[in-house]
C-alpha cells in the first residue's frame, strides 16, 4: 500500500498545453509538499500546505497552480507547458511542519516531458 | 537554507563502512541537518536528522561537528543496496522548505 502516491508517472506533452499531476498521501499527515527535480538532479520545493491552506510558495510562476481538495491530497495543474518545466516532480507529505519535520515521505515522481 | 557541499562521488567496498561528509558553514542555530538518499528512479528516501547532537537509528549515524560547519553520515556496513544519491541539507525551519543540492554519489562495489 502506497504511503505517498502520484499519477501519472510519466507525461509527455507539447509545449503550450495544460496538464496536471495529482498526488495522494495515505499516511495522515497534515502537511503535503511539491517538489522539482531538474536535470542536474537538484530538489527544490516549489509548494507547501498545511491542512489544505498554501503555506510555503517559493517564486514559482502562476502558471504553476496546487490545490489541495483536502489534506490527504495535492494536485499541480500546469498551464501553458514550457520547454523549461520538463523535469521529475516529488510530491511529498509530512507528520509536523515545523523545522523538527524529521521525515518527509516523498512519492515516486512524475516525469514530465515537454516537447 | 545554509549552502550545503558534498563531494560528487565517492566509493567503497561491501561490507566496509562508509563517511559521507557535507559543510554547511552557513547553518544557523535552529536549522536542522537532514540526510536523504535517493535511488534510481525512485523518490527521495529519510535517512537520519539532527539538530547538534550526534545521532543513530537503523539505517546509520550522523556525527555532527561541535560548531555544527560540518557533519557525516556514516553508513557502518556498506550494501550493494546502499548505492545510491545522498543529499545533506540544512534548513526546514518552515514547513519541509528543504532545499537539495547535487548530492554526493555513493558506489559500493561487490
Known amino acids: 500500500d502506497t504511503a505517498v502516491s502520484q499519477t501519472p508517472k510519466y507525461l509527455v506533452t507539447q509545449m503550450g498545453n495544460d496538464k496536471s499531476i495529482k498526488c495522494e498521501q495515505n499516511l495522515g499527515h497534515d502537511t503535503m509538499y511539491w517538489y522539482k527535480q531538474d536535470s542536474k538532479k537538484f530538489l527544490k520545493i516549489m509548494f507547501s500546505y498545511n491542512n489544505k491552506e498554501l503555506i510555503i510558495n517559493e517564486t514559482v510562476p502562476n502558471r504553476f497552480s496546487p490545490k489541495s481538495p483536502d489534506k490527504a491530497h495535492l494536485n499541480l495543474h500546469i498551464n501553458s507547458l514550457e520547454l523549461g518545466d520538463s523535469a521529475v516532480y516529488f510530491c511529498?507529505?509530512?507528520?509536523?511542519?515545523?523545522?523538527?519535520?524529521?521525515?518527509?515521505?516523498f512519492g515516486e515522481g512524475s516525469r514530465l516531458t515537454v516537447l | 537554507d545554509a549552502k550545503t557541499t558534498q563531494p560528487n562521488s565517492m566509493e567503497s567496498n561491501e561490507e566496509e563502512p562508509v563517511h559521507l561528509p557535507c559543510n554547511h558553514s552557513t547553518i544557523s542555530g535552529t536549522d536542522y541537518i537532514h540526510w536523504y538518499r535517493q535511488l534510481p528512479s525512485q523518490g527521495p528516501e529519510y535517512v537520519i536528522h539532527?539538530?547538534?547532537s550526534n545521532v543513530n537509528n537503523r539505517m546509520a549515524s550522523l556525527a555532527i561537528a561541535e560548531d555544527r560547519k560540518s557533519s557525516t553520515l556514516i553508513l557502518h556496513r556498506a550494501t550493494l543496496r546502499d548505492a545510491a544519491v545522498y543529499y545533506c541539507t540544512a534548513g526546514g525551519t518552515s514547513y519541509g522548505k528543504l532545499t537539495f543540492g547535487q548530492g554526493t554519489i555513493l558506489t559500493v562495489h561487490p
Open positions: 511529498a507529505s509530512s507528520q509536523l511542519a515545523g523545522a523538527s519535520t524529521g521525515e518527509l515521505f
Open positions: 539532527g539538530l547538534t
